[in-house]
């Protein structure tokens, strides 16, 4: 597949501009206990690819925001995504020992302060979204709403359930890919979603935003499964034995079948993204160069 | 000390609407997974004596309120608590088996689904006040931030971090009442401010509601001890050994000081509550009734 980097300088500055004001929405020596506050800054600023919060900044640059704009709403789907990453690691969930090439939260700092952790990430993330002060109340308000539908019932609190309860009983490849949109798909559609409102995109553009994110979370997850077979050697920055046992859509069809799957999915969500001209949109071009590799982390 | 059963009716008529609304706010069957929808029901609406929502509704009705506008944010109270109680009996955590006469979440759920009920909880508080659609979006977007004050660095995750690490070693009253301000107080202050926000109430009024909330917040744990202490036989309704080996104001003065400054509490928080000619309020009717019980809950 050919590879295009499209734009790696302001893709590069966005992520920077996302790692330095993560920073200070949690700042050191924040008031709280000193404990809880160091495991939050340990999970949140730790080496990420950064993908949710750039999907909210590129979807609001490509329909026309000021990147000031969105970014403290950005940041905040990366502080859930944490939150959730510190959840699904915990010892009575996958129970692993390894994230982001550094041990996880709960072996690092304890099983109740990653929970309280996982907790004040949450909690945070909506207090940012709140205080985002560039945006109208209305919006504010409705970015908070779209955020906890999110995380909640219809989020990833039931695709961690699912995954937990239901993973090993899963067995086509259907069921696999509902669980992944409810594991991956939600937070992908919040990101974007959340990005286009704050330039005011019009609803029908947020549908097929929608459409773009439940393509890509699969093809995100297929990646993920192809990179942890793949990765017989090596450092390894996440902990693999954890979902080893667990079936997968790599599990179920092989590799090479579930690259094709990949591949198809990936097709899709560029299709429906907006191109400009006979070149793309910055979120074209960082999707295509992103989600072309496979080590997505 | 002297109990007045002061408008029974109207706490009693507050308490089932609550009790009803919190049973709409969380319905059975929601869309998502059963099992963490069951957990948080079954967490939820499990017989609680409703003291913050009652705080909240009886502060918006003392400011001149209609108790429909306050009714959501109320319950936006009550998921707050019952998160952090779920969480709070953690094995991780206090490791209680017992709450409110019943197993705790985990003892019937499981670990996992209790954490991710405690997450649906908090989400489900946020999202509930977001929504209360009779109130200007200003109000709500000022209660999400107040609620997540509450929760977050400077609140409950707080209280909890500090009761597990520091607690052993707590010997003066002073430093546990630190600790009970942080466990208990700050929800008791968001409460009593969301009701008279509602409201409309001046800030002079919602700064004297915050040192209203900081004594029964203090009240109400040593309250909560002398009850765990005098409880030797009959029915539990929690799980008294885990506190066993904590400090309490109890063990640090005696049941008969503690009771002393449990009186002091409740005193100055009446003291600072405004009455209504000769007679009370609401609102302060309610705590003179409620508080002067040592059967807390």
């Known amino acids: ?11 590069e500055d966005l992520r920077s501009a996302v790692n330095a004001r993560l920073d200070t929405l949690v700042p050191v020596g924040h008031r709280g206990p000193q404990r809880v506050n160091e495991a939050v800054r340990y999970a949140l600023l730790a080496p990420g690819k950064r993908i949710r919060p750039l999907l909210t900044l590129l979807a609001a640059v490509d329909f026309g925001a000021a990147v000031g704009d969105a970014l403290d709403v950005a940041c905040a789907t990366e502080m859930v995504h944490t939150a959730s990453l510190v959840l699904d690691d915990l010892p009575s969930m996958d129970d692993a020992r390894l994230r982001r090439g550094q041990p996880t939260v709960h072996v690092q700092y304890g099983e109740s302060t990653a929970i309280l952790a996982a907790v004040a990430l949450l909690n945070q993330a909506f207090a940012t979204v709140t205080r985002a002060g ?3 109340c209305e919006t504010r308000l409705a970015l908070v709403e779209r955020l906890s539908a999110a995380i909640g019932f219809d989020g990833l609190v039931t695709g961690q359930e699912n995954d937990l309860q239901d993973r090993g009983a899963t067995s086509t490849v259907a069921r696999l890919e509902s ?31 929608r459409q773009v994110a439940a393509h890509l979370g699969l093809a995100y997850q297929i990646a993920d499964d192809l990179f942890d077979v793949s990765l017989a050697t090596g450092p ?6 954890k979902d080893a046992n667990k079936p997968t859509v790599v599990s179920l069809l092989g590799a090479e079948r579930a690259r094709e799957r990949f591949g198809h999915h990936l097709a899709e969500a560029l299709k429906l993204l907006p191109a400009r001209g006979t070149g793309g949109t910055p979120l074209r071009d960082y999707i295509m160069v992103t989600f072309a590799q496979t080590r997505l982390c």
Chains 1, 2 share one sequence.
């Open 236 to 241: 390894q920055s996440k902990d693999l034995l």
């Open 134 to 136: 560039r945006l109208p």
């Open 179 to 209: 669980l992944n949109h409810q594991k991956t798909s939600v937070l992908f559609e919040a990101a974007l979603e959340i990005g286009a409102r704050v330039a005011g995109a019009a609803d029908r553009s947020i549908d097929e935003l």
């Open 1 to 11: 597949m050919q590879v295009l980097y499209a734009q790696p300088t302001l893709v």
